[in-house]
């Protein structure tokens, strides 16, 4: 079957082809193109469905409308759930999301990312495993780049995420206000910035209450298996936890097992607590009390930065933390009503 082009279609209509190029491409208005004529066109291209050649358009514009996106773990529902709000966005502008998972390997995410820039895409968006900026801000002098969820402290490249810090702190001193004071904190990677400030809020915490030497910090990655091996170790200390804050769902996942396993009833004999927020905590038993991330204001947020840049082609600066809430459910009990 032959592929239908402008100049099948031209043949067809008596169009000329820049006539049915400027219809097809949204420009009828601007060069004054009578409705008879952009009808006519339409509804030839229609019936022959079609379909316009992406790689001499991209030729032609140097556009190629398709945008990168790295991810640590696609398998994480939080990084899925990232990616599904920014491929849904993204689609509103007309643009194809390619997906690169990293598996939280730095070697992983060059290589994903060299991949991407030799499809010539558009731009990219990332959550970084790293810990050095260096090699994202070099590719940000060709192709605009916009961090999500994890960022860089001292670095020029913007980003959107949020305050992992406050929620934190918010969340440990709820626990602290309810009596606890045996709180153990089963962190993500020790080097990403989200565990960074999310420990550092549990720990400033800690220290608004004058009891900053009772730190219980441990964990070494955001796994089920993590906090499963963690929540097991807790349980087996001579004066175990009161309460567990977990900082990820995938992480409180695996500490509701090692509790279940160990004959314990939550709140009734720990309380815990989460951060992150998925609507199936609603359905455990108990429901969780979580920190609530702005997951959708994040993901919108990071495409339309990443659009603005690329359109003024000028390397964007804004750097945007945003507050999260903390719903309360069932699974968090004041230490002194047992």
Do not use: W
């Not at 169009?15 to 009808?39: E, H």
């Not at 006519?40 to 514009?61: D, G, H, V, W």
């Amino acid at each position: 079957m032959q592929k239908e082009t402008l100049i099948t279609i031209a043949e067809r209509t008596g169009f000329s082809i820049s006539t049915i190029s400027r219809v097809l491409n949204g420009k009828a208005q601007k060069y004054r193109i009578a409705a008879k004529t952009v009808d006519l066109i339409t509804q030839e291209a229609r019936k022959c469905n079609y379909q316009p050649n992406l790689t001499a358009q991209s030729l032609r514009t140097r556009r190629t409308h398709t945008i990168g996106l790295v991810v640590p773990s696609i398998d994480n529902p939080f990084f899925a759930n990232i990616a599904n709000v920014i491929i849904h966005e993204a689609r509103l502008y007309r643009y194809t999301v390619i997906l690169i998972d990293s598996m939280e390997s730095e070697r992983d995410e060059r290589e994903g990312i060299e991949s991407l820039m030799s499809r010539n895409i558009d731009g990219i968006i990332v959550v970084p495993c790293g810990t050095d900026p260096q090699m994202l801000e070099s590719v940000s002098n060709q192709t605009p780049i916009v961090l999500i969820d994890r960022y860089f402290p001292d670095t020029t490249l913007p980003y959107v995420s949020t305050d992992n810090y406050l929620g934190s702190y918010n969340a440990t001193r709820m626990l602290l206000e309810m009596g606890h004071r045996r709180i153990n904190c089963i962190q993500g990677p020790p080097a990403s910035i989200t565990t960074i400030e999310r420990v550092r809020g549990y720990r400033a915490a800690l220290a608004s209450f004058g009891i900053g030497d009772s730190e219980r910090v441990s964990g070494t990655d955001f796994s089920i298996q993590n906090g499963y091996v963690e929540t097991k170790l807790a349980l087996a200390q001579p004066e175990p936890p009161t309460a567990i804050f977990a900082l990820s769902n995938t992480i409180l996942l695996g500490a509701i097992k090692a509790i279940e396993e160990a004959g314990m009833k939550i709140p009734t004999d720990l309380s815990i607590l989460s951060f992150d927020n998925y609507t199936y905590l609603d359905f455990l038993s108990p429901a969780i009390t979580r920190v609530n991330q702005p997951i959708e204001e994040m993901g919108i947020l990071a495409v339309k930065m990443l659009l603005q840049i690329m359109k003024s082609k000028e390397t964007g600066r804004a750097q945007i933390l945003l507050p999260p809430s903390i719903i309360v459910r069932d699974s968090v009990r004041p230490l002194h009503s047992r």
